[in-house]
């Protein structure tokens, strides 16, 4: 089925531990986006790709890092983990000016 | 400060009963405003899209609802399914900004 995928669904990391969580879409989308979604908070945008070669910082970009790999790929890396940053990651696509987004099922990370 | 807030933060309500869910928000510029379902351990999925010139949209057992003047949008849900226990966000879109609710948690019980 078309769509965004992630991976690895689950993550457990160790404070200073590094990490990349992978996202792809199979939609052909120019625009590609990494959010946190933390207990009793809206989502929240990390980094996001306008186009493939471009990336752009979003509310929350301290700690991360991004690579928008080609057009399918767009992966989100901690260089070193700490424990604000346990949340749910999540991945979307789409077009700009198209309202709709697409939306990977996420990555539960926990960070002790 | 840009803000979008719903109410209530959770709700139970009994299978075939409606609901109503809340929203209300101040972000300028506004472009348009979207509801999302958020199943549990999922992504969100978008039900509806509204912009300023709408005043009601409906997908199926879903109406959302916009009043541009007062700033204030609802999702209306009618005769509800065990499949509708969920949360439910409301999202402002501002010249391709989206501003995130943080959602209303909904239980249907059986």
């Known amino acids: 089925n078309a769509g965004v995928t992630q991976t690895p669904k689950f993550q457990v990391l160790k404070t200073g531990q590094s990490m990349t969580l992978q996202c792809a879409q199979d939609m052909n989308h120019n625009s590609m986006y990494w959010y946190r979604q933390d207990p009793g908070m809206g989502l929240r945008l990390i980094y996001y790709?306008?186009?493939?070669?471009?990336?752009d910082k979003g509310e929350v970009p301290n700690g991360y890092n991004v690579s928008r790999l080609n057009k399918r790929e767009f992966s989100l890396r901690l260089e070193s983990a700490a424990p604000s940053q346990t949340s749910v990651y999540f991945c979307?696509?789409?077009?700009?000016?198209?309202?709709?987004?697409?939306f990977g099922s996420g990555t539960r990370l926990t960070v002790v | 400060k840009n803000q979008v807030e719903q109410s209530p933060q959770s709700l139970i309500i009994l299978e075939g009963k409606n609901c109503t869910l809340q929203?209300?928000?101040?972000?300028?510029?506004?472009?348009?405003l979207r509801w999302y379902k958020q199943d549990t351990g999922r992504g969100p999925v978008s039900l509806t899209i509204?912009?300023?010139s709408e005043n009601t949209k409906s997908n199926g057992r879903y109406t959302a609802t916009l009043d541009a003047d007062t700033k204030q949008s609802s999702l209306h849900i009618t005769a509800s399914q065990l499949s509708d226990s969920a949360s439910y966000i409301c999202v402002v879109d501002s010249n391709y900004q989206l501003i995130w609710g943080a959602g209303t948690k909904l239980i249907i019980k059986p």
């Open positions: 929203c209300n928000y101040t972000v300028s510029p506004f472009s348009n």
């Open positions: 790709s306008a186009s493939e070669g471009t990336t």
């Open positions: 979307a696509s789409s077009e700009p000016g198209n309202y709709g987004y697409t």
């Open positions: 509204m912009t300023f």
